[in-house]
T-cell receptor
Framework: ETGVTQSPTHLIKTRGQQVTLRCSSQSGHNTVSWYQQALGQGPQFIFQYYREEENGRGNFPPRFSGLQFPNYSSELNVNALELDDSALYLC?????????????FGSGTQLSVL | EDQVTQSPEALRLQEGESSSLNCSYTVSGLRGLFWYRQDPGKGPEFLFTLYSAGEEKEKERLKATLTKKESFLHITAPKPEDSATYLCAVQISGGGADGLTFGKGTHLIIQP
């Protein structure tokens, strides 16, 4: 059983650029969630995908968007990067829309916006 | 507004010195309360889920308890390998999003 893998591990971008982060879910999981974790803070929920549809979103602007593919892998896209977007981006997978279920997190992508 | 507050922010203990971490929450409806452990450079690792007041769960040196307003993570005779940031999170019922609301965490250091 493979765990949740994210790529790349580190990324440096300039303000105004666009970025795509990737996540491969744990085998057998059909739900993926993305979280943003700023330094010294707890993770903040961005959105969740279940069977390729977005089915929940936190308090993040539309420039944060995502995709889930038929093999349940996922992408997080951020347009028009701002300095405050610098953070650790975590992907988490689960098997039942995350309800009453534990989440399995990847090690994250550390994004730095200069 | 739903809130999760953890205390203390940081805690330094000697090996074998037991203590408790606190997580207080203010939510409109609790579906579940979660505890995670996060090591530096890694994603959070699941520890426990608690669903109703009075519930308790144990794993090795850790024990989690839940009341109607707070949860405690008790650590008994900790070892240096228990050093990590411990995160508390809640999942609310009735909301459109199924995401977790996390606290800021307690950074625990166990000195040998």
């Amino acid at each position: 059983e493979t765990g949740v893998t994210q790529s790349p591990t580190h990324l440096i971008k300039t303000r105004g650029q666009q970025v795509t982060l990737r996540c491969s879910s744990q085998s057998g999981h059909n739900t993926v969630s993305w979280y943003q974790q700023a330094l010294g803070q707890g993770p903040q929920f961005i959105f969740q995908y279940y069977r390729e549809e977005e089915n929940g979103r936190g308090n993040f602007p539309p420039r944060f968007s995502g995709l889930q593919f038929p093999n349940y892998s996922s992408e997080l896209n951020v347009n028009a990067l701002e300095l405050d977007d610098s953070a650790l981006y975590l992907c988490a997978s689960s098997s039942n829309r995350g309800i009453y279920e534990k989440l399995f997190f990847g090690s994250g992508t550390q994004l730095s916006v200069l | 507004e739903d809130q999760v507050t953890q205390s203390p922010e940081a805690l330094r203990l000697q090996e074998g010195e037991s203590s408790s971490l606190n997580c207080s929450y203010t939510v409109s409806g609790l579906r579940g309360l979660f505890w995670y452990r996060q090591d530096p450079g890694k994603g959070p690792e699941f520890l426990f889920t608690l669903y109703s007041a009075g519930e308790e769960k144990e794993k090795e040196r850790l024990k989690a308890t839940l009341t109607k307003k707070e949860s405690f993570l008790h650590i008994t005779a900790p070892k240096p390998e228990d050093s990590a940031t411990y995160l508390c999170a809640v999942q609310i019922s009735g909301g459109g999003a199924d995401g977790l609301t996390f606290g800021k965490g307690t950074h625990l250091i166990i000195q040998p």
